[in-house]
């Protein structure tokens, strides 16, 4: 039977690509009758220093994000990582299956640390080996994530297979990313290279679910863009990443394809384009940036469907924890 994990770090400033690659597809899976499970990744968040005050809010805040873009906490499982002690097991074990070499190959990783990698946490690169915990203590067969996180999830199908081949066992699925639609890879408002990122120094660089009006179309009328008019195929923005990237951004709020967006807009200039997709945007994230702030009213009501989350996602969990563990000859 599918079943679907994802989850998302409370590391502050959900964004647009967020949104886009990620949470707003989770509420349209769970109502296809699928079992669905998503995470407030608090263990991975902590990866790069968090205030602890700061964690707390943050944690809050995405998991009344998840539920105001549409996921439902009856029908899927929303919890907090930290709560279901599955997860830093099973990393353990995974650590001990998972080659450093693997590790090393790992982008994200590499564009995080830049030229630091000595002073980063070890906690950073072993990441991907954590993430292989959270999808595989479930038994997860289905991974929705954005473009970026694709490698994360190759390398979890990998370890998923050395520790059956490893242990002569056909015991963890291997599970699909599934990587679809248009908005699976945003970008920066100010590189159309650089992905859009939570934790880019700059808050021009990208959409926060939560800012206002007047702030997301200032920061859609400043967005980095080319001299010239939008082309009237997709073939034409080949070379144009900042307007591919709006162009993308367009689609996928719109739920429409890239040609749909250049049938409407082709042959327009950005002075014209900007400020549809600056009315787009707003109409579009003020709901739920709104109703992020009333669920945030009661945070106690959110403590209460995290602990309720977490009790459902460890009567999964542990018994398949238990299992790996007799596979790995611990005695209980
Ligand atoms: N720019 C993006 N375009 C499409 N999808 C994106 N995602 C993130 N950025 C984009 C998707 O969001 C989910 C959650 O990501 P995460 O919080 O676990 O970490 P991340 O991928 O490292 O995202 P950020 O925003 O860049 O966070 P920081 O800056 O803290 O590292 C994933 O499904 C991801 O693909």
Redesign the pocket.
Known sequence: TPRVF????P?GNL?L??Y???LRRFGKMQDDGIETIYCV?DM?AITVWQDPAALRNQTRELAAAYIACGLDPQKSILFNQSQVPAHAELAWILNCVVRIGWMSRMT?FKD?AGKNAEKMSLGLYVYPALMAADILTYKATHV??????KQHVELTRDVAAKFNHDYGVDFFPIPDPVIEGT?????SLRDGNK??????PSDKSRINLIDDADTIAAKIRKAKTDPDALPSEAAGLADRPEARNLVNIYAGLADISVDDVLREFGGQQFGAFKPALADLAVNHMAPISSEIARLLAQPDEIDRILANGAERADAIAAPILAEAKQIVGFIK
């Not at 929705?144 to 996180?149: A, I, M």
């Not at 992905?195 to 880019?200: E, F, L, R």
């Open positions: 994802s989850g998302i770090q590391s964004t690509g967020n886009l690659g990620a990744v991975h994200q995080k929705p994530v954005g473009e970026d996180q908005g699976t890879r945003v970008m992905k859009m990122s939570k934790s880019d």
